[in-house]
Nanobody, 120 residues
Framework: QVQLVESGGGLVQPGESLRLSCVASGSISSNNAMGWYRQAPGKERELVAGIGSGGNTKYAESVKGRFTISRDKSTNTVYLQMTSLKPDDTAVYYC??????????????WGQGTQVTVSS
């Protein structure tokens, strides 16, 4: 089993920045991908950003150029640096991890989520 604990959410004004963190513990594979999804009220959960075992990244079109995902394998931590936040970024953000198969990521474990609210 793997446990994920997110932190760093909160209320910010449009244009401001936030950094989310997620620490993984438990039976963590050395060949894993990590990522962030988000879910806004009335919408489906969507991939925001992911990072593979080798450091390759993927972003949703809506956050490219504004969000940056990074990871520290030594501490099993993944970060999401969010800049130029918009009201449309308001959602619960979930951390996830799973196997990196090379041809794709199989996210299996999920955190409890952290609320990000962007409002003036």
């Amino acid at each position: 089993q793997v446990q994920l604990v997110e932190s760093g959410g909160g209320l910010v004004q449009p244009g401001e920045s936030l950094r989310l963190s997620c620490v993984a513990s438990g039976s963590i594979s050395s060949n894993n991908a990590m990522g962030w999804y988000r879910q806004a009220p009335g919408k489906e959960r969507e991939l925001v950003a992911g990072i593979g075992s080798g450091g390759n990244t993927k972003y949703a079109e809506s956050v490219k150029g504004r969000f940056t995902i990074s990871r520290d394998k030594s501490t099993n931590t993944v970060y999401l640096q969010m800049t130029s936040l918009k009201p449309d970024d308001t959602a619960v953000y979930y951390c996830t991890t799973g196997r990196d198969a090379g041809t794709g990521w199989a996210f299996r474990y999920w955190g409890q989520g952290t609320q990000v609210t962007v409002s003036s």
